[in-house]
């Protein structure tokens, strides 16, 4: 195969740390003691003294043909071994092939029976409907969990049916090259933490391109508020959004950056914000893909120009009209419960990620030295209910209707602390770490309540409810309603809403079928 190949060529070539870099050909043996390792490259940007004899399997160009490689690296290649699928159970995470591609995927079910042998593992691709179920052979999963059997580690059987048995190797305990010190968990912490990128590629490719661009968007608003003090970046634009708040210059600034983060993803057929009156509709077939995405880039920005936390939130769905035309507002016209993922991002003393696919709420933290969002836990809410804390604007009192006043002075009279910092995002953010109830009740002046339901109520409603606490609008149109299933009327729809801890919901609930928005533990 040398001699498709010749002195000064580029090509790439694999190093002695197993990946491969950009070299040039510098020499070519015939010789007989080179016959393993034929051609010698020169790594661009390193030292001659790097130069180094590879093997054409250790090389990749055009002009080597794929079967380049050596017959028994062919042959191993070839040879599949028999997998054991007993480490595998329902609900375990897995990548598995479609389309020549691994997607992330949930297992339903492992089946045991001879008509299943060839398929036995059915999987739940995530992100898409249950249609897309189906059952797989084990060699297109990926996991941990998946080994192969012994009899294809230890060695072939034997005629008469024994195995061969395998000699195991004593080794000595080797001395640790390091003193351990009280810093190690600290460093393992940030050298092992899965990153926001690891944990979303899992996903699927159009889900994770999405996500990665959410991700970037916070973190280029988290450097611009980091900055807004000496950029001059404090005050108002002089303008009112499209639900009449005034606007900030940061709002501005945040809505420019999720608008093209979002864009550029290429994924996107449609987008809400809370700044825009009309929806950004993607109308290049080429550039639009098939989420649609409502967002608040910047709330509680009032808070910005005294360096209280402040928070962006999102929701996404998947468009139900055909892709062949642009997305309409009914694609993103529906309940929350058909939200695929939903989160919010905190902008605070830390900068923290909260986000929900349906199944449970993961917590990620920017570490700024890296620039990655690493995983800190999953969120769940104390079961017996955390701390007595409920969270509201008692400055709007006087229009509050008597059923909420009477249950705000239950909760004092119950032992309740107030807190309240005056963003969304802070104080649901601590409801779910602690326990309470966060209320925004209508009142005289917004009868429909203030909190918009796409990009505020909705969102934060699942991420309430995946961690475990409740979320009611209180009594709204005659009746008792579960903020998800409230069907918006236009894209900036309000409602009312209250998510308390699971064991007071009853009786927010039932005081004379007033309620507003309830965030809390399960209990």
């Not at 634009?237 to 864009?263: F, M, Q, R």
């Not at 360096?307 to 962006?312: A, E, F, K, L, W």
């Not at 006043?405 to 602690?434: F, I």
Request: charged letters at 25%; a positive charge.
């Amino acid at each position: 195969m040398t001699d498709k190949l010749e002195v000064g060529l580029k090509l790439q070539a694999k190093f002695s740390d197993g990946a491969f870099y950009p070299a040039t050909v510098v020499s070519i043996s015939d010789s007989k003691k080179r016959a393993k390792a034929p051609v010698k490259v020169h790594f661009v940007g390193y030292e001659d003294s790097d130069d180094a004899w590879v093997s054409l399997d250790d090389l990749k160009s055009k002009r080597l043909p794929k079967d380049a490689g050596s017959a028994a690296a062919k042959a191993k290649s070839k040879a599949k071994p028999e997998l054991d699928l007993s480490g595998l159970e329902k609900g375990m995470r897995v990548q598995a092939e479609a389309d020549g591609t691994y997607y992330a995927a949930d297992i339903l079910t492992v089946s045991t029976a001879k008509n299943r042998a060839k398929a036995p593992v059915k999987v739940h691709y995530c992100g898409y409907t249950d249609a897309s179920d189906e059952w797989v052979s084990a060699d297109r999963l990926r996991s941990k969990n998946i080994k192969a059997k012994e009899a294809d580690v230890n060695g072939k059987t034997e005629a008469k049916g024994k195995a061969a048995p395998a000699k195991k190797k004593e080794t000595k305990s080797k001395p640790l090259d390091r003193i351990p010190t009280e810093f190690d968990p600290y460093l393992q912490n940030r050298v092992n933490a899965v990153t926001l990128t690891q944990y979303i590629i899992e996903s699927t490719k159009q889900l994770a391109m999405l996500m990665n661009a959410i991700g970037h968007a916070c973190k280029v608003v988290a450097n611009s508020i980091e900055k807004a003090g000496p950029a001059g970046l404090y005050g108002l634009a002089g303008s009112a959004n499209a639900t009449g708040d005034d606007v900030k210059k940061l709002d501005i600034i945040a809505d420019d950056i999720w608008c093209e983060c979002l864009k550029r993803s290429g994924v996107c057929g449609l987008l809400v914000s809370e700044e825009q009156e009309q929806a950004i509709i993607i109308e290049d077939k080429a550039t639009r893909g098939p989420f649609c995405v409502a967002f608040d880039p910047l709330d509680g920005s009032s808070n910005i120009d005294c360096n209280v936390s402040v928070g962006s939130i999102f929701s996404v769905y998947r468009r139900k009209s055909s892709e062949d035309a642009p997305c309409t507002d009914a694609d993103i016209l529906r309940p929350g419960t058909e939200i695929i993922v939903a989160g919010y991002c905190m902008y605070g003393a830390a900068t923290e990620l909260i986000i929900t696919f349906g199944r449970g709420v993961q917590r990620f933290a920017l570490d700024p030295a890296l620039g990655e969002f690493l995983f800190v836990s999953d969120m769940k809410m104390d079961p017996k209910g955390g701390k007595k804390i409920f969270s509201c604007n008692e400055g709007n009192s006087l229009q509050w209707d008597p059923p909420i006043l009477k249950y705000v002075e239950e909760c004092k009279d119950n032992g309740y602390a107030a807190r309240y910092v005056g963003s969304m995002v802070s104080d649901v953010h601590r409801t779910l770490l602690y326990g309470g109830i966060f209320l925004y009740p209508a009142d005289k002046k917004s009868t429909k309540g203030k909190l918009r339901v796409l990009y505020e109520g909705f969102p934060m409603a699942l991420i309430t409810e995946q961690a475990g606490g409740v979320s009611s609008t209180g009594m709204f149109k005659g009746k008792l309603h579960r903020i998800l299933e409230v069907m918006p009327e236009h894209i900036h729809d309000r409602n009312h809403g209250r998510c308390p801890r699971r064991e007071c919901s009853a009786q927010a609930l039932c005081v004379r079928g007033w309620a507003c928005t309830v965030v809390g533990a399960g209990g």
